[in-house]
């Protein structure tokens, strides 16, 4: 089933004479596959394709979408057994990990589908005309969500299934209307063909023209780059480092013809937490950090990087009970040695540049806490609140809660950050806090942790630059289709040239924002 070539549309596509393979995390020992490197001309015939059927998708029914998008999600669960087993190869995650992340990737594929039916990513608007006002009449005004065309998705490495070929981005782009065409991590070289495979069978099984997704692999950088430059690229997905995001912004800026970058990147996730709750159960409150910093290994962008306490007895009895949980942890292998390399570089550069104490695992790779005064994080703050990937947390010793708000004002823009407390902290004390968190926060959640992300029609995963190269949509949750769809406004349009979705009559159903009222009247009901 693993060729290692690319897929472009339906054609198993080896130009390239370049080739690499990848390595087993957990043994370091070398897997199966051949992969070959995409050359210029594969990158070129791939979004040629994409965008000759970029109107096809486009002007598609949204029930037809739908069902496209319900038939890859099925067509990619028939295909679990394979995809597993190279994942796990490939990954080095424990089954179970792959198993729930394979379900939530099926689950994405049928909420999706359900949303696309709905029409709400239409965002269809309707004003009628007024030709009587004073001293102008008014136009008709309707406007809705039309696909920008084809889109560029990068598959993360630390979500080989949800956030990779057959993951998120994919899945809104197609749902949206686009055609994409994905480059592979290459960390996981055979789950993304497996998974390309199973997309392409379900394109197949909805009837429409293969060419509307393909899959690229390399490892070269060119080969990224030459996908956010080519000219019939109209937006790109990414999860993953600051370096790489910013790398495809600064591309697709230096464009003749710029094109939105929707880049994911890096995040400490701060944790602000007040005393109280660490004089009822330091213990427990360590417990459920580390279970949060070690999901994954680690290898989350949500994963708490940096926590606040203020210094005293309290703050003494969480990192004794921190301590004592790491030294008797093992270590996961990171997904690549990549990751693993910037770990130990991170780790060893707080201890060397910052005086960070460091409370870690007997074992390499494994969970830290470095922990550092007040005095020590205003000298290093930079460094300090940069993310390590992996299961490291920088803990700051504070004076205390009042400088919570001079400790924010210093945060980069965050995916997310959390308010631990009391009941009696939250009323009292917390409210300046939570102030503060929202002008750098994407998420803020209290008494909890930002690891796991529900797909729902709230949910923000996102954040001011670094955390994303744009703050104002979301690349988790059912908002993720806004990306995809730009408005369009049909002014004095008759009837009979307007698209389903703003026909007077709501042939389709859908809810719509008439004169300023939300309203899924048809005809028939009017
Ligand atoms: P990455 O280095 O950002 O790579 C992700 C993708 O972007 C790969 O396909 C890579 O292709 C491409 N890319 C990277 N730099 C590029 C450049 N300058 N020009 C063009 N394409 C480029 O991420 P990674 O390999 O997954 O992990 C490395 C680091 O990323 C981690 O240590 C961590 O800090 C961070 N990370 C963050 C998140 C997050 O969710 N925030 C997730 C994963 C990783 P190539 O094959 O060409 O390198």
């Not at 370091?28 to 000759?52: K, Q």
């Not at 109107?55 to 598609?60: E, G, I, P, V």
């Not at 417990?287 to 949060?292: D, G, I, P, R, V």
Request: aromatic share 6%; hydrophobic share 40%.
């Amino acid at each position: 089933m693993i060729r290692g070539c690319q897929l472009i549309g339906d054609r198993d596509s080896q130009q390239g004479t370049e080739t690499f393979h990848t390595l087993a995390p957990a043994s370091g020992e070398r897997l199966p596959g051949c992969f070959h490197e995409a050359t210029g001309d594969e990158v070129n015939t791939a979004l040629e394709l994409a965008e000759a059927h970029a109107d096809t998708l486009r002007f598609l029914s949204i029930l037809e979408r739908a069902r496209l998008v319900e038939l890859i999600g099925d067509s990619v669960e028939r295909s679990r057994h394979q995809i597993e087993e190279r994942c796990l190869l490939e990954t080095g995650y424990p089954s179970e990990r792959v198993g729930m992340e394979f379900e939530r990737m099926i689950h994405l594929w049928k909420v999706f589908a359900n949303e696309v039916r709905l029409g709400h990513s239409l965002d269809a608007r309707i004003d009628h005309s007024d030709p009587d006002r004073q001293p102008m009449p008014k136009p008709d005004l309707r406007s809705m969500r039309v696909a920008v065309g084809s889109v560029v998705v990068f598959g993360a490495s630390n979500f080989p299934l949800a956030l990779s070929v057959g993951g998120s981005d994919v899945i809104s782009a197609l749902g949206a209307g686009c055609p994409v065409v994905v480059k592979g991590h290459p960390s996981h070289p055979g789950t993304s063909e497996l998974l390309g495979r199973a997309v392409l069978r379900g394109i197949q099984d909805a009837g429409l023209p293969s060419g509307i997704f393909s899959l690229i692999q390399g490892r070269a950088h060119e080969v990224g780059l030459a996908l956010a430059k080519h000219p019939f690229t109209r937006a790109v997905g990414f999860t993953g480092s600051l370096r790489g995001g910013r790398a495809l912004m600064d591309a697709a800026s230096s464009r003749p013809d710029p094109i939105p970058v929707y880049a994911e990147m890096g995040s400490v996730n701060p944790q602000f937490v007040f005393p109280e709750i660490l004089t009822a159960d330091a213990e427990g409150f360590a417990k459920q950090l580390f279970a949060s910093v070690t999901m994954g290994n680690g290898q989350f962008c949500t994963c708490p990087g940096v926590i606040v306490v203020p210094d005293g007895a309290d703050c003494d009895a969480f990192v004794r009970a921190y301590q004592k949980i790491i030294s008797n942890s093992g270590a996961m292998p990171f997904l690549n040695p990549g990751i693993a390399e910037a770990y130990e570089a991170g780790v060893a550069d707080w201890r060397t540049s910052c005086q960070a104490k460091l409370h870690r695992s007997p074992q390499r790779s494994g969970p830290v806490l470095a922990e550092v005064s007040w005095e020590m994080f205003l000298a290093h703050r930079k460094a300090l609140l940069e993310e390590v990937f992996g299961p490291s947390t920088v803990l700051i010793r504070c004076p205390n809660p009042d400088a919570f708000l001079e400790a924010a004002k210093m945060l980069p823009g965050q995916l997310g950050a959390s308010i631990h407390g009391t009941k009696d902290e939250l009323t009292s004390v917390a409210k300046p806090l939570l102030a503060a968190l929202q002008r750098f926060a994407g998420r803020i959640v209290i008494n909890g942790f930002p690891t796991g992300i529900e797909t729902a029609y709230a949910m923000q995963h996102g954040g001011p630059y670094p955390a994303t190269s744009d703050p104002l949509h979301t690349s988790l949750g059912l908002a993720a289709l806004a990306r995809w769809a730009r408005p369009v406004c049909f002014q004095n349009v008759p009837e009979e040239l307007l698209p389903d979705a703003l026909k007077e009559a709501n042939p389709l159903g859908i809810r719509r924002l008439v004169e300023g009222e939300w309203s899924e009247a048809t005809r028939s009901e009017l």
